[in-house]
């Protein structure tokens, strides 16, 4: 396959994540391959247009303007194959039923999912990763590491019922926070509803000691089986890739596949331990540094995208997913 295109299951409109899919193509870029993006409102011209090799449609399936049966079969008109790479699992899988009949290879980034997936489906486990167009440090070599910075915890995303909790559990403890997202409580102090770009991203971790790390529990069609979320979001890898010392709270059984305490994703239990980690990162400032260091050498070498496109190509070569 030396032509792919990677293009989203929602509608443009509809996808707040339109920076995903660029970085999964700069992925296929890496490994030499002619890649490059696109709305999905965009494919069935390009097809005319270009030879295709590979169509990899990401994200959500949950838009119902998208007819993937008629997409999937417009590609193979062209002698396309199609695979899909979903980033919702599990929170979508109850929607899995629009894959059951287009024969085509499906990769989830929830392996919790896979005892679920029809056979039909072949599906297979790939975690989502970081990308080399957002790696700028956040403290370049010879700058000098501040321990007196402007709060302690920093998190991103989202107001989830059990992030706000959460939250609202150590600023009790108080410990002050930075929070951008939406959704979030006007009550809950250092939140910020607003999102951020990956510059406003860099910046917010470096006012701090420790990224917050949290993961989200909703079911937005999830109910049939109520399947666990258990693999680490992209989030992780990204600002694990810029040097941000990072703490695991809340549900990620296999967060230790990708990152030991000593690669920069310590694992907290309570907000004891968070307390007594912040204290070691103010007494021992050359260990948090540390921590920075190590987790983005541990990206670069074994999770950015060119790594999981590398992967994902292998599978298909093999035979382990269908066409």
């Not at 700069?26 to 391959?33: A, C, K, P």
């Not at 600002?239 to 596949?257: D, E, F, H, T, W």
């Not at 694992?267 to 331990?273: C, D, I, L, T, W």
């Amino acid at each position: 396959m030396k032509r792919i295109v990677v293009s989203s299951g929602t509608t443009d409109a509809h996808n707040t994540n339109h920076r995903l899919r660029k970085r999964i193509s700069h992925g296929f870029q890496e490994l030499g391959l002619a890649s490059w993006c696109c709305g999905v409102e965009q494919i069935p011209s390009l097809l005319q247009r270009e030879p295709i090799d590979l169509l990899l449609i990401t994200g959500s399936i949950a838009d119902p303007a998208v007819n993937l049966h008629w997409l999937v079969e417009r590609a193979r008109q062209h002698h396309c194959r199609v695979a899909f790479w979903l980033h919702d699992d599990p929170y979508e899988f109850d929607l899995h039923w629009r894959l059951e009949d287009l024969g085509c290879a499906v990769f989830t980034n929830e392996p919790n999912c896979l005892p679920y997936y029809p056979q039909s489906c072949r599906s297979q486990a790939l975690a989502l990763a970081a990308s080399p167009l957002d790696d700028r440090p956040l403290h370049p070599a010879g700058d000098r590491l501040e321990v007196d910075l402007e709060v302690d915890l920093a998190f991103c995303g989202v107001a989830f019922p059990q992030r706000v909790a959460t939250l609202r559990q150590l600023r009790a403890a108080g410990f002050s926070l930075a929070c951008w997202g939406e959704g979030w409580p006007d009550d809950l102090d250092g939140c910020v509803n607003a999102r951020l770009g990956p510059a406003g991203l860099r910046q917010l971790y470096k006012r701090c000691l420790f990224v917050l790390n949290l993961g989200r529990e909703l079911a937005i069609a999830n109910r049939r089986h109520q399947i666990s979320a258990s693999m680490p979001g992209p989030r992780t890898f990204e600002a694990a890739l810029v040097g941000a010392a990072q703490l695991y709270l809340g549900q990620s059984p296999k967060i230790g596949r990708y990152y030991t305490p000593e690669q920069g994703v310590i694992p907290a239990g309570s907000v004891e331990e968070v307390g007594a980690l912040l204290e070691r990162a103010r007494r021992e400032p050359a260990w948090h540094r540390q921590l920075g260091a190590a987790a983005a050498r541990h990206t670069r070498s074994r999770h950015l995208y060119r790594h999981r496109c590398h992967d994902l190509l292998a599978a298909l070569h093999s035979g382990g997913a269908s066409a």
